[in-house]
Antibody, heavy 116, light 107 residues
Framework: EVQLVESGGGLVQPGGSLRLSCAAS????????MHWVRQAPGKGLVWVSR????????SYADSVKGRFTISRDNARNTLYLQMNSLRTEDTAVYYC?????????WGQGTLVTVSS | DIQMTQSPSSLSASVGDRVTITCRAS??????LNWYQQKPGKAPKLLIY???SLQSGGPSRFSGSGSGTDFTLTISSLQPEDFATYYC?????????FGQGTKLEIK
């Protein structure tokens, strides 16, 4: 069974940092591109970032570029999102997703709250 | 960036109704268009990929069509479990933008 399990969310002050993890199991992780998507409370889905299969290519939404870094460890079957200089508007549930043509499997999400 | 605009933003319908949701891209995205269903407190679920391909295990009452800039998601006969929020997403550019969502409610 394909599983994606996010962790690392929590409460952080503005300007702080967090690292999210997404542990993959039930499939061969290394060939797949992986994405992060977030959803602020009561709002819609917002695409955040993506990484290719070997980690050599990444892309970011303008709203997080220069502050967030996506990475992966194929040996550990884990995806990461390093989030620095956090702002109140980064408060959201963060989902990781496996992508072929589209995001066919999603994690359950981890809540990040940025507040003083 | 490619902007995705869905209409309507919300929709009330009854069980058994035929429902259509529209998604428009700000530029041509060929057929790189996906549809997701999300229920409250849950992760999104892929329904349709590549504009018209039904995701494995998806109910056949869901169908997608369109290419270029204009796309539709159709539910042929609404079931109680279909009341949810639906999102389109383009996968043509490296920035995979979503539409703002369409909330489908029970009339």
């Amino acid at each position: 069974e394909v599983q994606l399990v996010e962790s690392g969310g929590g409460l952080v002050q503005p300007g702080g940092s967090l690292r999210l993890s997404c542990a993959a199991s039930g499939f061969t992780f290394s060939p797949y591109w992986m994405h992060w998507v977030r959803q602020a409370p009561g709002k819609g889905l917002v695409w955040v970032s993506r990484i290719n299969s070997d980690g050599s290519s990444t892309s970011y939404a303008d709203s997080v570029k220069g502050r967030f870094t996506i990475s992966r460890d194929n040996a550990r079957n884990t995806l990461y999102l390093q989030m620095n200089s956090l702002r109140t508007e980064d408060t959201a549930v963060y989902y990781c997703a496996r992508v072929i043509e589209a995001a066919d499997y999603w994690g359950q999400g981890t809540l990040v709250t940025v507040s003083s | 960036d490619i902007q995705m605009t869905q209409s309507p933003s919300s929709l009330s319908a009854s069980v058994g109704d035929r429902v259509t949701i529209t998604c428009r891209a700000s530029q041509s995205i060929r057929n790189y268009l996906n549809w997701y269903q999300q229920k409250p407190g849950k992760a999104p679920k892929l329904l349709i990929y590549a504009a018209s391909s039904l995701q494995s295990g998806g109910p056949s009452r869901f169908s997608g069509s369109g290419s270029g800039t204009d796309f539709t998601l159709t539910i042929s006969s609404l079931q109680p479990e279909d009341f949810a929020t639906y999102y389109c997403q383009q996968s043509y550019s490296t920035l995979y933008t979503f539409g703002q969502g369409t909330k489908l409610e029970i009339k």
